[in-house]
């Protein structure tokens, strides 16, 4: 299956700056990956459908202008958190879907903690 | 996209069975079940997929009855390291929503000595 990373592991950061996450699919070529957000003691919310070479999607109530996302290689998302506030403190999970059809599984990053002070 | 319903928690001791029953009435045609893992701080992690009968892999098993409007994933003599969140989802394969996965709320699974 897919290998992907998330850089930084976890962040600080202050309120009113930006941060942005790294989102690599180390050894799969994915023209779309998804970004999700999962509060403390909540389940995973998709956020947004990255697409290469193209702009995202956003879920409906995810504001584009203050999450940013950058899909410009194949394995490569980069996802800013824009004049962060402690409101968007969260767990921010990237993840890719293999290509073999609807039975194929997702394979998750392992998280970047956010937290804005 | 099929919502799921499964139990919020469900506890266990070392080396007992756990089977986590998902109720999914409105599953389509085309959609398969899968079922994560996950620990705390970690993205998830794929543990079974399957469409109907039963499907068996090295950590778990499914079973889906004929009308698939339930699964329930089994996990067998599990151990400490077997505490996570379980979800349980129903999606399909059509351009519009492939790779959107839509998480319930999943049962946290603790097992204790």
């Known amino acids: 299956g897919a290998v992907v990373s998330q850089h930084p592991s976890w962040v600080i950061c202050k309120s009113g700056t930006s941060v942005k996450i790294e989102c690599r699919s180390l050894?799969?070529?994915?023209?779309?990956m998804f970004w999700y957000r999962q509060f403390p003691k909540q389940s995973l919310m998709l956020m947004a459908t990255s697409n290469e070479g193209s702009k995202a999607t956003y879920e409906q109530g995810v504001e584009k202008d203050k999450f940013l996302i950058n899909h410009a290689s194949l394995t490569l998302s980069t996802l800013t958190v824009t004049s962060a506030h402690p409101e968007d403190s969260s767990f921010y999970i990237c993840?890719?879907?293999?290509?073999?059809?609807?039975?194929?599984?997702?394979?998750f990053g392992q998280g970047t903690r956010l937290t804005v002070v | 996209l099929a919502k799921t319903t499964q139990p919020i928690s469900m506890d266990s001791y070392e080396g007992q069975e756990v089977n986590i029953t998902c109720s999914h009435n409105?599953?389509?045609?085309?959609?398969?079940i899968t079922w994560y893992q996950q620990f705390p701080s970690q993205g998830p992690r794929f543990i079974i997929q399957?469409?109907?009968t039963k499907v068996t892999n090295e950590v778990a098993s499914l079973f889906i009855p004929a009308d698939r409007k339930s699964s329930t994933l089994s996990l067998p003599r599990v151990s400490l390291s077997d505490t996570a969140v379980y979800y349980c989802?129903?999606?399909?394969?059509?351009?519009?929503?492939?790779?959107?996965?839509?998480f319930g709320a999943g049962t946290q699974v603790v097992v204790t000595p």
């Open positions: 050894d799969f070529q994915a023209t779309t």
């Open positions: 399957g469409y109907k």
């Open positions: 989802l129903v999606g399909e394969g059509s351009a519009d929503s492939w790779g959107k996965l839509q």
């Open positions: 993840s890719v879907h293999g290509d073999r059809g609807p039975e194929t599984e997702a394979f």
């Open positions: 409105n599953i389509a045609t085309n959609d398969y």
